[in-house]
């Protein structure tokens, strides 16, 4: 199956993914995991919620932990380009009969509501509280020492609807796996901000979250972060990696929050900005597609995801496996 035609004049501008607002079970396992351990900053604390941002990042989150019953994902969060562009949104969502609300949320202006196809919950927005910056405090530095939130990667039971959807909001593919036998779409990356992705999908029971990422400068702060992890009651978080990714090449370390949420510390991948730059495939059973230096995912890392809020999940349509490793 071919990937869509990139859609280089959207019905309105998304600049990037923003935040995750992520609903933990334990307010203070999760901020001892997201501030003390990982190194995300505070930047607001209430009786349910805590709002963090990473090192470089001058809006005001990047995550909202807010105190849930259960382990779930309340929303994605994506800035766009003006106030107008939230305007085209919703035009465009109506003409294509999606339902979204308006709505308002602290430190940030108003907000579009919407799900995806699949029913993943989206909030699209322009402004959120500004503030200073930060980014070369060293002093404040810890842990992994995160610079900005990277991207979001999710199970979808239809990879081929994702791509679809996403591609025509202007959301560009940079690499795509592809099932050599049915010629099938099994996951795929695609980015508005200009690196490797905003936003990827993986084939699997879903919609889903498989992960969040944060970008580091320097894939050192991978190793003091497992060191630190290893040492401090944090080794069964450790999930996959350190290793390096055949797909955007980044270096990589998959670790778990105290729900079993995924997130990634991610280095090194590459520019994508041209608007004719060409994806690369890779074949569903390539070893290195998964990681460079050949060690296969482990079978969680397939089969274990964050669920959505009030969102029930399907089997996915394509039934084609990876290497797993036993
Ligand atoms: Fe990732």
Redesign the pocket.
Known sequence: MPIPKPELYPPFNVVRLSHVDLGVKDLLASKAFYVDLLGLQITDETADRIYLRAMEERGHHSVILSKSPSAQVNCLGFKVFSEQDLDKAARYFSTVGLEFKWGAEPHMGRILRVQDPHGIPLVFYFRMDREKTIHQQFELYRGARPLRI??F?CFSPDVQASADFYNFLGFRTTEYTEDEITKSLWAIWMHRKGNI?DM?FTNGVGPRL??I?FWVANPIHIIDLLDIMSTTGYLDNIERGPGR?GI?N?F?L?IRDPDKHRI?I?SSDYQTVDPDHEPLKWDLKDPQRQTLWGAPAPRSWFEEGSVFKDLPTREPVLRAQPIVAP
Do not use: K
Request: glycine letters at 0%; hydrophobic letters at 25%.
């Open positions: 990277d991207h990667n992705h990827a498989h992960h990422a990714h955007s980044a990589f998959y990634e991610y």
